[in-house]
Each structure stands twice: as C-alpha cells, then as structure tokens.
T-cell receptor, first 114, second 110 residues
Framework: DAGVIQSPRHEVTEMGQEVTLRCKPI?????LFWYRQTMMRGLELLIY????????DSGMPEDRFSAKMPNASFSTLKIQPSEPRDSAVYFC????????????FGPGTRLTVT | GESVGLHLPTLSVQEGDNSIINCAYS??????FIWYKQESGKGPQFIID?????DKRQGQRVTVLLNKTVKHLSLQIAATQPGDSAVYFC?????????FGSGTKLNVKP
C-alpha cells in the first residue's frame, strides 16, 4: 500500500482565498483524522470520521473550516476564507477499525497564507 | 481540557546508549497511550502503544512504561542509532479523541 496520500504538499495562497486540502486514506481503514501542526500549538486534532461519517468536529477552529468524506477513499478539508493564522502543516491520518490508536499519517500539506 | 506534556524538550545521547523519553499526562480516563516519531519534513510515525491496564510493553528495541499512579509515560530506546534522531511525541486516547504532547527532540551523537 502507498500509505496515506495528501495533496498538495505545499500551498501558498493569499488571505481571503479558498483552500482545499485532499487526503486518500489507506485502503480498508475505517477511521480518518485531520490534524493541524504549528510550533505554537503543536499537533491538534481537528475532526475525525468513522466509516465516512464525521464523529467529532469539536477541534475545528471556526466556521471557516469544513471537512467532508464523500467515500471511503477520499476526504477534503476546506478553509474559506483563509487567513494568515491558518498557516500550518495539515496532516491526514487513517487507522484500522479495531485499532484506532494506530494511526498512519500522510506527509502533510504545508499551507502558507499571505 | 486534557493535556499531555513532556519533561525534556531536547535529549542528546551517544550512539549505542539507551534513551529514555518522558511524558506526563492528566486525563485518567484515557484508555490508550501512544508514542510517535516524527522526522523532519514527514508525518508522525506510529511506534508503540500501551493500554491503560498495562504497566509495560516491549517492541523491537523500544519499551514503553506506564505509571498510572503518577500519570507518567516513558519510552525507552535501546542501543540508540543515528536513525533514531527525530522528535518523539506521546499521545493519549480518550474515546477516539487524541491529545498529543509538545514533543521531545532526540539527538544521537555519533
């Protein structure tokens, strides 16, 4: 398996623009997680899905952030409108049904909002 | 809310020595504790987990110890190698919500 795939790897955008981050989890994994990593706040869980259904989105910073998982092999994290404080590395991770703690992370998307 | 913190932000060890990375947690309801390794420019990599009803678990060159009395978690790496140089995070799981510590950077000196 190729592991968790994320795209793009780098994104530079201007404040106010819409940003869409993409993730393909490992085939057969039931859980999908979106994280954000910054120097100041470390690694933060934003939202997670179980069998394509959003279970907990309490970590989503505000209404500008939204996530979807239309099928078992694809998820998106959208920021609209983006702000400079959204600059961070965003990770997607997936894990098996019976071992949600064994998360496999993607390479991340480094987002810079100017 | 829950918090997971680390005692040592940076640890330097000689190649071949054993490394011990420590972590404190605060949530008694957490049912699993996990260690991840993150190399520069990459996503975190799962190392080992321990269930809350266990005190010790061993993997390949790694051992995790859990002391629930003082809410302390440690990762021991035997015969540390240059490839072990990375940032190590502890994390705790509370009903599929995960809380990560701030990380400890491990430097392995040749």
């Amino acid at each position: 398996d190729a592991g968790v795939i994320q795209s793009p790897r780098h994104e530079v955008t201007e404040m106010g623009q819409e940003v869409t981050l993409r993730c393909k989890p490992i085939s057969g994994h039931d859980y999908l997680f979106w994280y954000r990593q910054t120097m100041m706040r470390g690694l933060e869980l934003l939202i997670y899905f179980n069998n394509n259904v959003p279970i907990d989105d309490s970590g989503m910073p505000e209404d500008r952030f939204s996530a979807k998982m239309p099928n078992a092999s694809f998820s998106t994290l959208k920021i609209q409108p983006s702000e400079p404080r959204d600059s961070a590395v965003y990770f997607c991770a997936s894990s098996p049904r019976d071992r949600s703690y064994e998360q496999y992370f993607g390479p991340g998307t480094r987002l810079t909002v100017t | 809310g829950e918090s997971v913190g680390l005692h040592l932000p940076t640890l330097s060890v000689q190649e071949g020595d054993n490394s011990i990375i420590n972590c404190a947690y605060s949530n008694s309801a957490s049912d699993y504790f996990i260690w991840y390794k993150q190399e520069s420019g990459k996503g975190p990599q799962f190392i080992i987990d321990i269930r809350s009803n266990m005190d010790k678990r061993q993997g390949q060159r790694v051992t995790v110890l859990l002391n629930k009395t003082v809410k302390h978690l440690s990762l021991q790496i035997a015969a540390t190698q240059p490839g072990d140089s990375a940032v190590y995070f502890c994390a705790e799981k509370d009903f599929n919500k995960f809380y990560f510590g701030s990380g400890t950077k491990l430097n392995v000196k040749p």
